[in-house]
């Protein structure tokens, strides 16, 4: 299953933006390489990058750290959730609610880098759990359609995004 084979019916145009940034690949594969990718970039950091931000009232590089990691669990659950029938809509989440409170300033970069392999790993052998049919199954999230293929290549695109920003943004 690529990001070729999605269709748009399945997400909410807003996250054409992430799917954009994925090479057409299996969504296994994409989410096994980045966490390489992002585990490695991460290393490469410094205690005193994390307290960084590239401007007035921009998160951290913790903070965004963290909030890649809350969001990483968001779109896991919300592939469970659809991949296992529960029509439940789920309600949306608000991703600055969630920064502050989240206290990821006080926290170390080993345990964020810990705390992201953790996820993704759970998140991988979740997709890997799924058979065909449960990919496809279609849910709503946020007011909007949702597959957990969808979720799992938006999940993917969004880390990307996030890896990209670091870099252009925050000159890391």
Not at 160 to 170: A, E, Q
Request: aromatic share 12%.
């Amino acid at each position: 299953m690529t990001t070729s084979q999605l269709l748009t019916s399945e997400y909410n145009p807003f996250y054409q933006t992430y799917i954009d940034k994925l090479p057409d690949e299996d969504l296994i594969s994409i989410l096994k390489d980045q966490k390489k990718e992002f585990v490695i970039f991460l290393k490469g950091l410094q205690e005193e990058d994390l307290k960084h931000s590239y401007a007035e009232g921009k998160w951290t590089v913790a903070q965004s750290i963290q909030h890649v990691i809350d969001t990483e669990r968001i779109f896991q659950y919300r592939a469970l959730t659809i991949a296992r029938e529960d029509l439940t809509p789920i309600a949306g989440f608000d991703q600055d609610a969630y920064v502050p409170v989240s206290k990821a300033e006080r926290r170390s970069l080993s345990s964020l880098i810990k705390e992201f392999e953790v996820v993704r790993d759970a998140g991988i052998a979740l997709f890997e759990s799924f058979e065909e049919e449960m990919y496809c199954k279609i849910g709503e999230a946020s007011k909007s359609q949702l597959s957990p293929r969808a979720a799992g290549f938006i999940l993917a695109g969004h880390q990307k995004h996030h890896l990209v920003l670091f870099k252009s943004h925050y000159g890391l």
